[in-house]
Structures are given as C-alpha cells and as structure tokens.
C-alpha cells in the first residue's frame, strides 16, 4: 500500500471526517459558483434585451426627425398637422410630434394641435452630435400634460421639430429597479436616462464616483460588493448598466443556498459513512501486510544460544521484526495476519535472504555460528529451503554458517518426515520449537529426529513456583536423550534459573539472562565480547 493510504488509514475517523467535511464546501461552493454564474447570465439577457430595444428607439427616433426636417415644413395648419400624424403612424416608437418656432418653442402638436401660446423648451439634458452634423436636443423627464393627464417623457429634437417617444417604451427599457441608461457625450461626461427624476439623481451621483463605467465591465465588483454589468449599445451613444447589490442577490439566491449546504451536509455524512469502512480496512493489518513484507520492512534481530556450562555463544536464532511506518510490529501480530493472507513463504524469503545478507557482511570470516530459523510448516520444502538458502549464501562473501530449522511439534509431521529427512541429509539441523506446548510422546518425537528440542518458555517461568508444570522438565529431557537430542531452554532470565536448568542436564540456554535479540550490529559486538572473555 502506498504512503498516501498509510497516513490516511492511521487516522479513519478523523480523515473520513475531514473528506465529508470537504465534499460538503466543495457542494457549496460549486452551488455558489452556479448562483454568480446565473446571475451574469441574467444581467447579459437583460443587457441584450435592452441593447436591442434601445437600438430600435434611437434608429426609430433619428429616422423620424431626419424625415421632418427633409420633407416637412414647420407648419402648424390642419394640413400639416395631419401630415405630421403620418409621419406619427409609421414611426415605431414614437406617440407624438411637435412644431417649434424660430426661438425653439412649441407651437403645435400632433395630439394637442396648436397651443394657446408657444411654450419654451427646457435646456437640453443632453446635446448628441449624429453624423453629417445632425444635433439632436434630448430632455430625458420632461414632464408633459396631455388631455389631463401628466406624465414625464423622453423629447428629442432637432431643427424646427420634436418628437416624444412613448412612455411605455421607456417603462420596459427601466423595469429594473438597478438598471441605468446612460448616454455618453462628446466631451467624455454622461447623463443618466431614468423615468423617474428623484432615481435619476441619485444615480447620477454615485454613478459618478465609481470607475468600472468608464470601459465595459461584466463581473462582480469586490470593491463595491455589487454585480456590474456595464456596456456600449453599439451604434448608439449609450451606455446600459446594471448594478445588482450583494444584498438583493442573496436575498433571491438564499434559498437556493440553504438547500445546497442541506444537501452538502448529507452528502458529506454519506461520504463519512462510505469511506470510514475503506480507511478502517486500508488501516487494518491484514490489509496492508502485503505491502510492508518488503526488505526495506523487514526487521531481522538475532538472540543468542548458549552454552549452559561456559557461556559461550554457539548459535543464534533469526527473529523477525516488521516496521510498519514508524511502529515495530512483532511476530505475535504478524504472523496471524501473514496467514490469513496465505504470505508465509514471501515472508520467510524475505527473512532468510534479509538475515544471511547481514551475517554474511558483518560476521568475521573465522566465526563459526550455527543460525536458526523458524519456518511456517508449509513451507518445509527440502528444495526449495535449499534454492533459497544457498542461493542467498553464494550472492555474499564466503561465511561458516551453518543453518538449523525450527519447526513446531503440532505441525503435521506426515507430510513434513520425508523432507526433514532430506535436509537433514543434505546438512542441516532440525529444531522442534516450543516443545512440551503440544501432544507430545516418544514416537512422534522420534519420527521426526531433531537435532535439538527447545522447551518452550512458560516450563522456565514456572520454575520458580514449582508448579507442576515445571516438574515436566525432567521428562522434556528424558524424550531428547532418547532420540539423540540436544536441550535447549528458552526464556532464561535470572541465575536460579540457569543453575537449576543446568542440573537437570540441560545443553543450552536462551533468554534475557544471556542477551536480548539484538540488531546485526549490536550482535556482532556481543559475539567479540564474548569471545574476549573465553580464557584460552
């Protein structure tokens, strides 16, 4: 398993945890991102359609008055007038045309006919310069009074006529509360075209103190917490504008918001809920035990044996040791896990070839040293041990080692005779571990032949309480010296101990009283102390 998985499995709650967590802001902020996405998406609809319709008003209004001023005379009588309703009928967007005298005021028009005295025009709000010199004089809110009935209007005019485009149209163009018109001048000011003078103010005033008006801008505005969305209408001297507050936008999107960090929440529990199980497994040993069986993993420590009466160390047993990040696991957990996930023979490959390569570049080329170790009962395969074996020993330098194989009594010894019979002819030692924990007796025993038994450890512990478990010992003996057997003891760790062991008549000692299993470094200083103390 690689090192990604390792670290999310040591902690599965708290990273399933942290995994919902962001799979819940993720849903929210894509939900977010989809809401400011919408948003633009409606401010570039409102802008196309104001574009459009603002397009039609000016192409409408600058058609009309260029045909006044081309093909009618200013004049004021039932004739005229009725040719200006004409004109009036054709025009889409425009409701009604007046007649100016030479001082630019009203005389007559096409609705009210003519007046009971001129009226003057108010100063222009605006002053538009269209091409081949044409000025047209624009009043955004000019209030009117027609038949009783008073409104505000939008009058352009030029030369000696006016033209008043319809209030609805001007209705529409305005039906957003935060949109602007505005129309952008020759010398680089604005005015603000609005149906309502008091909004138009206003506008007018903050317009004027932001920057994002003076080139097009479609966005949201950090500095001032609003969507803008600001553009020429092209072939026009306008400029539309629309301005949404955060504020409105999240009173229009809250709900969409709250549903979305509902559905995030149970979506990050659903989360929490699917990969909790997965990182629990990922963390589980039987898990990840194949991926640690590697030599970088693989921990040998060797203990020695002794000899009870001299205390010389004759042979060493290989105990393995995995690192599993940065714990230690030892055999206990191990082996049980290796088991299940039917890894015994990578695993004592993986000791074997680890152990010879250490001993071989570490020990002296004169130390003579017996090595054990302890295979699984299916793997006691006299050709393949041997394969493995000797062909890890001809990969290093020459060493004097000669190999001893421990096997447990309760393995199945049918099927093991005849290959611990090959090794044994072929130079090996054979070992029966843990004696006296299983069904032993003098026939299964002597079917087998070791070389050696070890009594198991918990017969030595119990010594000192002269339980009767303890009291086997003497028999544990007896079975060894009926089958050519030498004794070694496990699990020696105090003199009284060894003293007594050694009355019994056993050969060899092993245990915490001598040394603990060490690393190949620590052992090879072990052995030379000892060796120094050997008088000659």
Request: charged fraction near 20%.
């Amino acid at each position: 398993m690689n090192y990604s998985r390792q670290q999310l499995a040591r902690r599965p709650r708290r990273n399933a945890a942290a995994a919902g967590a962001l799979l819940s802001a993720l849903l929210v902020f894509l939900v977010a991102i989809l809401m400011v996405v919408d948003q633009l998406h409606k401010l570039d609809d409102i802008q196309s359609t104001l574009a459009f319709k603002v397009q039609g008003v000016s192409i409408d209004t600058r058609s009309i008055l260029r045909r006044l001023n081309e093909n009618h005379a200013p004049d004021c009588s039932e004739a005229g007038l009725a040719r200006l309703r004409q004109e009036v009928l054709i025009a889409t967007y425009q409701v009604d045309v007046g007649v100016l005298d030479e001082q630019q005021r009203l005389k007559c028009t096409t609705v009210m006919g003519v007046l009971p005295k001129p009226v003057p025009m108010p100063a222009p709000d605006a002053i538009v310069t269209m091409g081949q010199g044409e000025h047209h004089y624009m009043n955004f809110n000019q209030p009117l009074l027609v038949s009783g009935w008073s409104t505000a209007a939008t009058v352009v005019r030029q030369g000696r006529f006016s033209t008043m485009v319809s209030p609805h149209v001007l209705e529409d163009l305005f039906a957003f509360d935060e949109g602007v018109l505005r129309i952008q001048l020759t010398d680089g000011t604005f005015h603000v075209a609005h149906q309502d003078p008091a909004v138009a103010d206003v506008l007018m005033e903050r317009l004027g103190q932001t920057q994002w008006l003076n080139t097009p801008f479609h966005g949201y505005s950090w500095k001032d917490r609003t969507f803008v969305s600001s553009r020429w209408i092209d072939g026009t001297h306008y400029v539309s504008q629309f301005v949404v507050p955060l504020a409105v936008f999240w009173l229009e999107y809250a709900q969409y918001f709250w549903i979305s960090l509902l559905l995030g929440l149970m979506a990050g529990m659903l989360a929490y809920g699917a990969l909790l199980p997965i990182l629990q497994r990922w963390g589980r040993l039987d898990y990840r035990i194949a991926s640690l069986i590697t030599d970088q993993n693989i921990l040998c420590v060797y203990q020695p044996v002794v000899d009870m009466r001299t205390g010389v160390p004759v042979a060493c047993e290989v105990l393995m040791r995995l690192r599993d990040g940065a714990e230690v696991l030892f055999p206990d957990l191990v082996l049980p896990a290796v088991n299940r996930r039917n890894l015994c023979w990578e695993l004592d490959q993986a000791v074997v070839r680890r152990a010879v390569r250490e001993l071989c570049h570490s020990l002296p080329e004169t130390e003579t040293l017996k090595v054990s170790f302890n295979f699984f009962p299916r793997n006691v395969d006299c050709e393949r041990l041997r394969a493995l074996i000797e062909g890890e020993m001809a990969l290093h330098p020459p060493r004097r080692l000669r190999f001893d194989l421990e096997v447990i009594e309760q393995a199945d010894q049918s099927s093991l005779l005849l290959e611990i019979a090959r090794l044994k002819q072929a130079g090996y030692t054979v070992s029966i571990d843990d004696f006296g924990t299983g069904y032993s007796n003098l026939a299964s025993v002597r079917a087998l032949a070791p070389d050696f038994l070890k009594i198991d450890k918990s017969f030595v512990f119990d010594m000192e309480d002269a339980s009767v478990r303890s009291s086997l010992i003497p028999e544990i003996i007896s079975i060894a010296r009926a089958v050519g057997a030498q004794v070694v003891a496990e699990g020696i760790e105090n003199e009284a101990q060894r003293a007594r062991l050694l009355a019994f008549g056993v050969d060899f000692g092993q245990g915490y009283l001598f040394a603990r299993p060490m690393e190949i470094e620590a052992f090879v200083c072990y052995l030379r102390d000892a060796r120094s103390r050997v008088p000659d």
